[in-house]
C-alpha cells in the first residue's frame, strides 16, 4: 500500500487558530463553569465547518480551559490545581484570614545536641540559634515551635532583637527554605507544654517536626506542638 501525507489545507487550518483564539478570549474572564459558545454559534459566525470548530475546541479542552459534559455541553473548566507554596506559619495563618502574632519565650545561642546536629548535618557541640515562640492566630493560642538554626549560615542573626517572620529574615539573607522535610504526628502534651498552651497534660496535641533546605543547605529544624482543637493540617497531593 502506497504511503499518503494528509495535508491540512493553509485556509482552514488558520481559521481553525482564529476560531480557537476567539473563544480563548470569550472564556478568559468568565467563571468556571461559564458556558462556552456553542459549536453552531461558531459555524455560523466564522462559515466554517463544524469539524473546524470542533478541533478549536478540542485543543482548549486538551489545555484544560475547558471541559464537555456529556448531554449537558462545554463549559469553562475549574483551574487546575497546583502543589501548595511553601509558607511559614506567618504566612499560612494570613493565608486563612487571620492575625498572627508571636511571642518569643527563649532567643540565644547554644550548643546543638546530638539530635539537633544530625538533623543540621553539623557536629554535636557546633553553635546553633535557639528560637521558641508561641505562636497565636486571632489571640488565641495556637503552638509553641522550638526553631533551631544554624548559626553559621546566620551571623549576628540575633544581634538586633528577633524578627517578625523567620522565613521572611531568611529570605533577606538569600535563605528562605526552598524545600522542606516534614513528619507529622499525634501524641499527648507534656506537662511543660501543658502549661504553655493552657491545656491540661496529656491533652492531646499535634506534633510537627521540619527540617527546611534552601538551595542545598539545612538552615533551620523545627519541633512544634499544636493544640488540637485550634489548627487543621491541609494537604494537596496529585498524581502526575
Known sequence: MDHVDLVVPRQRALKHVQVREHVR??????PPGSAAPSERELVARFGVARMTVRQALD???????LERIPGRGTFVAQPPKTAGRLTSFTEEIRRRGMLPESQTLLARVEQAGPGVARALDI?????????RRLR????AIVCVEDAYLNEVLLPGFLQHGTPTSLYEALAARGLRPTEVEDSISADRASAEE??????????PVLRHARRAVSDGRIVEVSRTCYRHDRFTVYLQLADR
Do not use: K, N
Request: no cysteine.
Open 25 to 30: 478570549s470569550l472564556i478568559e474572564a468568565q
Open 59 to 65: 485543543a482548549l479542552v486538551a489545555e484544560g480551559l
Open 123 to 131: 557536629s554535636p557541640g557546633d553553635p546553633v540559634l535557639h528560637w
Open 136 to 139: 497565636r492566630a486571632d489571640q
Open 194 to 203: 501543658a502549661t504553655v498552651l493552657e491545656i491540661a497534660e496529656g491533652d
